[in-house]
C-alpha cells in the first residue's frame, strides 16, 4: 500500500541495464586475438571465469564450451567489482576485466582502441583478456534488448516520468543501448557500490526516484531510492529490498504499477469527497440547521415533510443513520471498481 502511494509521485525512473532493460543473458560476438588464436583466448578466458557467477563470466563459458574448448579449473580466483577478474589457469595468471583494470596492471591497450570503439558503438561492451599482464585478445559481448523496451519507455515518458539508464558500461556502450530503447539520460561507468549514490545524487535534484533491477549490486539503489521495483526474474535480495517486485520479467509491469497507482489514489480522493460530502451536508440538518426555519420563522414542520424533520425540524435519526449507511456502501462499492483495473 506505502509503495502504491509513493509511486504517483515519482518523477524519475532509474533502470538498471544489464537484466531490465536486456534480457540478461549475454553470448559472445566478436573475438580480437592478439598474438594468439582465437581459441587460445577464450579458453583461457573461460578457464578464468568457470569460477565467476557474473553473466559475462557465463558468456565466456558458454562460447568455449559450444566450441568443444577443453577448460581447466582456475585457482586463486578473484572477482574485483567493478573491473572484472584474476585468476590462475595453470602457470598463467589471467586477468579479465575492462580498461580501469588493465591500467591498474600496467597492461598496455596497444591499438586496440579503434576496434573497442568501434565494438561499443555496436551496443557491444569489450572485455580486455591478459595473460601475465600481456594484452592478448578483447572480447565483445552482447545482450540481446527487450522486445518491448522501447515501447514502455516510450509510454513512461507519456506518463511524464523521466528514465534514465544506470549502467557500469563504458558510456559509449551505454550510448548504444539507450538509443535503441529510447533513453536520453545515461549514468554509465558506475561501479557496483556506487549505484545507491547515484540515486541519491538525483535525489539531491529534488527529484523522486524509482529504481528498477534485478541483481544483488542493485540492492543498495533499491533500497535508497523512494520506491524499489524489482524485477521477478532477478535475485531474492534485490526483491527483499524493493517496496514492489514485478512477477515477470516483462517491462509493460511498470506501467501497470504506475497506472494501479494513480488509480487507486484517485479512488481513494472520491471516497474522501463522497465521505466528506454526506457528513458535510447532513450533519447540520441532524444539529438542528433547519430548527429555526420551521419553528421561528415558520408555523412548524410541514406534513409532507415531518417523515424527514419530525415535529421540530431535526433530521430523522432512521433517515441519518440510513445515510451513514449508503455512505459506507458507496465508498466500498466505489473501491472495488478496481478489480476492474486493466494492466498496461
Not at 578466458?45 to 565467476?52: I, K, L, N, Q, V
Not at 447532513?282 to 420563522?297: C, K, M, Q, R, S
Amino acid at each position: 500500500a506505502e509503495a502504491l502511494e509513493r509511486a504517483r509521485k515519482i518523477q524519475t525512473i532509474v533502470l538498471d541495464k544489464t537484466g531490465t532493460l536486456t534480457v540478461g543473458k549475454p553470448s559472445v560476438t566478436d573475438i580480437i586475438p592478439i598474438g594468439v588464436t582465437e581459441a587460445e583466448v577464450l579458453r583461457l578466458a573461460a578457464s578464468a571465469e568457470r569460477g565467476s557467477e557474473h553473466a559475462l563470466g557465463e558468456a565466456l563459458v558458454t562460447a568455449a564450451n559450444e566450441r568443444n574448448i577443453e577448460l581447466e579449473q582456475p585457482t586463486d580466483f578473484e572477482a574485483i567489482p567493478g573491473q572484472g577478474i584474476v585468476a590462475s589457469v595453470g602457470n598463467t595468471v589471467v586477468a579479465i576485466g575492462n580498461s580501469v583494470m588493465m591500467a591498474s596492471r600496467g597492461v598496455g591497450l596497444g591499438e586496440t582502441e579503434a576496434d573497442t570503439t568501434k565494438l561499443a558503438e555496436g551496443g557491444k561492451t569489450p572485455v580486455y583478456i591478459a595473460a601475465d599482464d600481456t594484452l592478448i585478445g578483447v572480447v565483445a559481448i552482447a545482450d540481446t534488448i527487450k522486445p518491448e523496451a522501447a515501447e514502455v519507455m516510450t509510454k513512461l515518458r507519456a506518463m511524464g516520468l523521466e528514465p534514465v539508464m544506470l549502467t557500469g558500461d563504458n558510456r559509449r556502450t551505454a550510448e548504444a543501448i539507450a538509443h535503441q530503447v529510447g533513453i536520453s539520460r545515461i549514468v554509465a561507468d558506475v561501479l557496483p557500490q556506487d549505484k545507491s549514490a547515484k540515486i541519491k545524487e538525483l535525489q539531491s535534484e529534488g527529484l523522486a526516484v524509482a529504481m528498477v533491477g534485478d541483481g544483488i549490486n542493485d540492492a543498495p539503489a533499491l533500497a535508497q531510492a523512494d520506491i524499489g521495483i524489482a524485477m521477478g526474474t532477478g535475485t531474492d535480495v534485490a526483491m527483499e529490498s524493493a517496496g514492489v517486485t514485478l512477477l515477470r520479467g516483462d517491462l509493460h509491469g511498470l506501467l501497470t504499477t504506475f497506472n494501479l497507482s494513480r488509480a487507486t489514489i484517485r479512488t481513494i480522493r472520491q471516497n474522501l469527497f463522497w465521505a466528506f460530502f454526506y457528513n458535510t451536508a447532513l450533519i447540520p440538518i441532524a444539529a438542528g440547521a433547519f430548527y429555526p426555519v420551521f419553528t421561528t420563522w415558520g408555523s412548524g414542520v410541514p406534513s409532507g415533510l415531518e417523515f424527514m424533520f419530525g415535529e421540530l425540524g431535526f433530521l430523522n435519526p432512521m433517515l441519518a443513520a440510513g445515510a451513514m449507511a449508503f455512505s459506507s456502501v458507496s465508498v466500498i462499492t466505489n473501491s472495488l471498481r478496481l478489480r476492474r483495473f486493466k494492466p498496461g
